[in-house]
C-alpha cells in the first residue's frame, strides 16, 4: 500500500489554452503533468542545462550572444543560462500562463527567482511555433525544450515545429552559424535527417547520461553561415 509520502499532492490544476496542466509534488520533487502526460520534474536538470551548454559551445566563442528558450518548464535551463556571463539576451517562450505563474510566484520560484530578476531575461507567454514565425528579430541560439522529443510532442500541434516548414521557421529566426538544439528523451534518427534535409549543418545528437533511467539527448545543428 502506498503511503501518504508516496501519493503526489496536487498544489494547482488549470484549464490552459492547450488542455489541462498540473502542478504536482511528490516528497520533495515537483512535477508538471500536461493533459495527464508527465513532462518533467525537478529532480535532475544536468540534461536540460546542457542543452544550454551544448548551444553556447557550437556557438564557437561568439561574444554576447542572444538565446530563445522555447519553454519554460521547472525552470532548469533559464536559470543555468542566467549563470552565464556570457549569455545575451536571454528569451523565454512559454504557451501555459500558468506554468509562468508558477515561476513568479508560486513554488517554483525557488529555481527561477534569481533568473527571473535579471535584466537580460524576458519571458514572452506565446506558442514558440507562432513566436519563430512572426518575429523579425533574429537570435544566436535556439534552444527548444516543449515536447518528450520530435517524436514525442506533448500536443499534436507541436509536431509541425520538427517538420521541414517548422525547421525553416526556426533557421529564419536564427543568425548566420545560429545553433538550433532540441532536448529530447531518446534519440530520433529521422530528426536528424530533417535537420539534414532542411539545409542545416554540422547536425548531431550528444547524449546526457542521467540520475536514473536510459540518457537524455541534445540534437544539435546549425544554419548556414
Known amino acids: 500500500m502506498p503511503t501518504a509520502y508516496d501519493m503526489p499532492e496536487v498544489l494547482d490544476r488549470r484549464e490552459g489554452p492547450h488542455g489541462e496542466v ?15 502526460c508527465f513532462l518533467m520534474d525537478t529532480s535532475d536538470g544536468r540534461s536540460e542545462r546542457r542543452l544550454v551548454d551544448a548551444a553556447l559551445d557550437a556557438l564557437d566563442a561568439r561574444e554576447r550572444p542572444n ?19 556570457r549569455w545575451g539576451r536571454i528569451t523565454v517562450v512559454e504557451r501555459e500562463p ?7 510566484e ?13 535584466p537580460r531575461t524576458e519571458i514572452v507567454e506565446s506558442d514558440v511555433i507562432s513566436y519563430v514565425n512572426e518575429i523579425s528579430d533574429t537570435y544566436d541560439a535556439l534552444c ?5 522529443g520530435p517524436d514525442w510532442t506533448v500536443t499534436e500541434g507541436n509536431a509541425g515545429l520538427y517538420s521541414p516548414t517548422g525547421l525553416a521557421s526556426c533557421a529564419r529566426a536564427l543568425r548566420p552559424a545560429g545553433v538550433l538544439a532540441v532536448w529530447s528523451a531518446k534519440p530520433s534518427p529521422e530528426f536528424e535527417g530533417t535537420l539534414w534535409n532542411a539545409g ?18 541534445v540534437h544539435l545543428a546549425v544554419r548556414p553561415g
Not at 498540473?22 to 495527464?36: K, P, S, Y
Not at 527548444?144 to 518528450?148: A, Q, R, V
Open 22 to 36: 498540473v502542478l504536482r509534488r511528490h516528497g520533495e520533487l515537483l512535477q508538471i503533468i500536461a493533459n495527464g
Open 67 to 85: 538565446v530563445l528558450i522555447g519553454g519554460l518548464g521547472v525552470g532548469f535551463s533559464l536559470a543555468h543560462a542566467a549563470e552565464n556571463d
Open 98 to 104: 500558468a506554468v509562468i505563474d508558477w515561476h513568479r
Open 106 to 118: 508560486g513554488p517554483l520560484s525557488a529555481l527561477s527567482a534569481r533568473a527571473l530578476a535579471d
Open 144 to 148: 527548444l525544450d516543449i515536447d518528450n
Open 200 to 217: 542545416f549543418q554540422r547536425v548531431r545528437t550528444e547524449e546526457i547520461p542521467v540520475a536514473r533511467g536510459v540518457p537524455d539527448v
